[in-house]
């Protein structure tokens, strides 16, 4: 099983970027799917999940609002659309797959998550 991190860049803020999250080895439609970030010298934190069937989406409060979490099971992949950036946004943008409990409700605890992927970084500044 495979995620692939893509999207990230610079970006202004109050800029946009969307990022993808390419699944290979496994169908998405089964598995729900968290977006995580790491900033510098920070633990990492849940960013926003979704469930396997795309109709229940998670987000922590910090990015509720600016950010938006989708899945195209045609094309296996997940995004996070990005907007009203802020410099604290800035972060190693990582997916991956809960496997922790009920795909259909998944949570934003790092540890109830598997198969990470490599990572994006996204950086916001002037």
């Known amino acids: 099983w495979q995620l692939v991190e893509s999207g990230g860049g610079l970006v202004q803020p109050g800029g946009s970027l969307r990022l993808s999250c390419a699944a290979s080895g496994f169908k998405l439609e089964y598995y729900a799917i968290g977006w995580f970030r790491q900033a510098p010298g920070k633990e990492r934190e849940g960013v926003s999940s979704?469930?396997?069937?795309?109709?229940?989406?998670n987000y922590a409060d910090s990015v509720k609002g600016r950010f938006t979490i989708s899945k195209d099971n045609g094309k296996n992949t997940v995004y996070l659309q990005m907007k009203s950036l802020k410099p604290e946004d800035t972060a190693v943008y990582y997916c991956a797959v809960y496997t922790y409990g009920s795909s259909g409700y998944p949570t934003l605890r790092v540890h109830e998550y598997d198969y990470w992927g490599q990572g994006t970084q996204v950086t916001v500044s002037s």
């Open positions: 979704i469930s396997s069937g795309g109709g229940t989406t």
